[in-house]
């Protein structure tokens, strides 16, 4: 074949042109690297490293939802036991936080898309507020441009604590951001219930809130000689979160306590 035939002409202009392509999305990547915090590329960083064996448990801890959220955003799950479903599982917190940004810098960051968090706690929230300080500092803007809301499930007490000290203080927009729910029931204003799901363990955790909400309702009964249900019909299971956030909030004025 000589340097003129037809197939040398094609072959280098694709030669050309992939490497055009090539060093372009290279050079993309270096900008969007630049503009990134050196922390947040040590948890990119930390997350490729992870061992085989380590993405496989966390594969089942932090997973990308088939289903959206009414609103249109991708929903990304948390939800941290262990390999058996032990809730008192001691778990690599700051491991799993690389790899859930792994996760979720492609659909965040780089393609600029909206998303939700389900956090399942199982009573137990597992970092520290020094941890969410740092992270928050490291992460770049368009975790919160594209931010719909953080939806907690089973959450800690130290959570429920959180938002009852926060209600005085904290603008109308932080609790459309921050919501919690008791149980799964409650993520129907985030998402179709009827396709959305989350491993099964969940919902045994449903049940046993449910059954022990029952059990403390009847003991409550004897104890002060009040017949049916005391507090409420324990069928239903135990009142949502934010149901009990709104008895609270009667108790204290929006923005605080009123000078006399």
Known sequence: ITPNHPNVHLNLTLIAWFECTVMATSDTAKKQDANLSPDYLEYLERGRK????ETYYFDKLCFWSAVSSKKGSRIFCL??????????????????TAYCLLKLHQHVVEENKPFAIVWVQFGNHRVGPLFWRRLKACLPDQYFDHFEALHVVHPSWSIRALRLLLWPIAPDALWDKFQCHERTEFLDALVNLREFRLPSDVYDHDRWLEKQAKEANEKASKKFGLGGTSFGDASNGSVQSDEHMDNLRNMFPKGGPKAD
């Open 50 to 53: 992870l061992s085989e064996k």
């Open 79 to 96: 939800v941290p036991r262990g390999p058996r479903a032990q809730l008192e599982y001691p778990i690599d917190m700051s491991a799993l």
